[in-house]
């Protein structure tokens, strides 16, 4: 049965500083992963998708990269803005029973102080 | 335009009662699901339909009864509502049951009193 998990749970940054958001997961099979944000009492925002046969996706200031083998991603955030406060999830995709479900994580919540 | 939308965005309602949440796309995407996220944000699986078929239902209890009439709607009917199943409840769509990004609504914020 996959699992997601996601590292630390909340986050407290100065502005400016580049970090770091883990996310790991326990069955390798998967076809994806993708990154999200969410903010409060709102929808999820699609930020970032990797394909199982890729090791990275950038936008922007963002980066994700992903190690199968390891079952883990990581989305890096180049020179933190206020802006960028909100939740992370990701969401792993899995082949499990044929079913595709996209399993998500618990979500690190980033706090960037001006 | 929205790419995903769901009505009613609140809905505060009495134990017991029944109440519908309807979700459409229009990315043209085959692929529509219902997740529920619970006071601690976190998100579940309920339901998912592919081109209007059934293709994931999780251990959900059989007084959640999802309806697609069309692949760009799916609609989550709720009977005999339960403190319980407050929550917020989110649309999704996907290009195809096994690719594409998944895109999300806004959520609908269901409260029982």
């Known amino acids: 049965k996959q699992e997601v998990t996601q590292i630390p749970a909340a986050l407290s940054v100065p502005e400016g500083e580049n970090l770091v958001l883990n996310c790991s997961f326990t069955?390798?099979?998967?076809?994806?992963l993708q990154w999200f944000r969410q903010d409060p009492g709102k929808g999820l925002t699609s930020l970032l998708l990797?394909?199982?046969?890729?090791r990275e996706q950038t936008s922007g200031r963002l980066n994700a990269s992903l190690d199968k083998s390891s079952g883990r991603s990581t989305l890096y955030i180049a020179a933190s803005q206020p802006g960028d406060s909100a939740t992370y999830l990701c969401?792993?995709?899995?082949?499990?029973?044929?079913?595709?479900?996209?399993?998500f994580g618990t979500g690190t919540r980033l706090k960037v102080l001006a | 335009d929205t790419a995903v939308s769901q009505t009613p965005k609140y809905l505060v309602t009495q134990m017991g009662n029944d109440k519908s949440i309807k979700c459409e796309q229009n990315?043209?995407?085959?692929?529509m699901y219902w997740y529920k996220q619970d006071s601690k944000k976190f998100l579940k699986i309920m339901f998912s339909?592919?081109?209007?078929?059934?293709?994931i239902n999780e251990t959900v209890p059989n007084r959640f009864s999802p309806k697609s009439p069309d692949k760009a709607h799916l609609n989550l009917h709720i009977n005999s509502l339960e403190l319980g199943d407050s929550a917020v409840y989110f649309c999704?769509?996907?290009?195809?049951?096994?690719?594409?990004?998944?895109?999300f609504g806004e959520g609908s914020r269901l409260t029982v009193l």
């Open positions: 069955d390798s099979a998967i076809y994806n």
């Open positions: 969401a792993v995709r899995g082949t499990a029973s044929g079913t595709y479900k996209y399993i």
């Open positions: 339909y592919n081109n209007k078929e059934l293709i």
């Open positions: 999704a769509s996907s290009r195809a049951a096994n690719t594409g990004e998944l895109f």
């Open positions: 990315l043209g995407h085959d692929t």
């Open positions: 990797i394909q199982s046969s890729q």
